[in-house]
């Protein structure tokens, strides 16, 4: 948390749940892509 904490301090973005949505959608993203992979082979 003090990373993203200092993330969004260094960017100028105040709103911390943006930041934690964006991350969040990523992690979502890329494990779901993993899983389409794992599949297919």
């Known amino acids: 948390?003090?990373?993203i904490?200092?993330?969004?301090e260094l960017i100028g973005i105040k709103d911390q749940n943006?930041?934690?949505s964006l991350?969040?959608?990523l992690t979502l993203i890329s494990s779901f892509k993993q899983?389409?992979?794992?599949?297919?082979h």
Request: proline share 0%; hydrophobic share 55%.
């Open 1 to 3: 948390m003090r990373l």
């Open 5 to 8: 904490k200092n993330t969004t």
């Open 18 to 20: 943006i930041i934690i």
């Open 23 to 25: 991350v969040l959608k």
């Open 35 to 40: 899983n389409l992979i794992t599949l297919h």
